[in-house]
């Protein structure tokens, strides 16, 4: 696993927190201290906690299972899909739709539809329709690329949420927790860390910090399905 360092965390500005004030009383366990009138992340932490959640994610992908990569937030969005796409696992970068995990059905027939207007607009079958048809078609096409085109491959509910920042997805995180669904989370210290299964004490706001973070995490899934692929010719080679 491509773990970062305390050196590392510490030059992408990972342990800036928020000002006391706002600091949630469960977060304090993972702040070492005041500096400038904001709370200080205890980067040690930071990386033990990080490297707890890298063997859980790690031990998931070699089982075979998906962790589903979550943010909304600007500064994250292209690294999220990045990442996830380099770990072959699903994403939501756009907006959260509502019943993903409580209502899978409906959300199952949106990815149907997409995969229809990408063979439709990939031949000659488009053709066949007025331009002004074509152009709606289009755009329908467009529209559930953003809202479904990261869950394309994803069957049935994810084994694990990955979400960036709990607060900003605040929905993901609560629907994950009915629906009992591990969750691993950038924590920062004005998050309230109940509900998430695998808290990273972090700067959520920070791009550099949030890389290295989702960075590790891909790097773990990536050593799972190494691991998963190496029992499976292992067992190959048996029969």
């Not at 030059?11 to 600091?23: I, R, Y």
């Not at 070699?62 to 696992?89: D, H, R, W, Y």
């Not at 059905?105 to 079958?125: A, F, P, T, Y």
């Not at 329709?129 to 994810?158: A, C, F, N, R």
Request: hydrophobic share 35%.
């Amino acid at each position: 696993m491509n773990l970062p360092s305390v050196e590392d965390l510490l030059k992408a500005g990972a342990h800036f927190g928020h000002n006391p004030s706002k600091t949630h009383p469960k977060m304090k366990d993972f702040v070492f201290g005041v500096r400038k009138g904001i709370h200080i992340v205890n980067l040690d932490k930071t990386v033990s906690q990080l490297e707890i959640a890298c063997d859980f994610a790690k031990e998931l992908a070699s089982n075979g299972g998906k962790i589903l990569f979550v943010s909304t937030k600007p500064q994250a969005k292209a690294i999220i899909k990045e990442c996830a796409i380099e770990a072959n696992m699903p994403y939501i970068t756009e907006r959260w739709l509502g019943g993903l995990f409580t209502n899978h059905h409906n959300v199952s027939k949106l990815i149907k539809k997409l995969k229809e207007l990408r063979q439709k607009h990939g031949s000659d079958e488009i053709l066949k329709y007025t331009k002004k048809e074509q152009s709606l078609s289009k755009k329908e096409l467009e529209k559930l690329e953003k809202l479904v085109g990261g869950l394309q491959d994803m069957i049935g509910l994810p084994q694990a949420v990955f979400i960036v920042d709990v607060k900003n997805d605040k929905t993901a995180l609560l629907e994950a927790r009915k629906k009992n669904i591990p969750v691993i989370a950038i924590c920062d210290s004005n998050n309230k860390p109940d509900y998430i299964d695998y808290v990273i004490p972090s700067n959520d706001d920070a791009p550099k910090a949030i890389a290295l973070i989702c960075r590790a995490i891909t790097s773990a899934l990536k050593d799972g399905e190494k691991k998963a692929a190496s029992r499976k010719e292992a067992g190959s080679k048996k029969e």
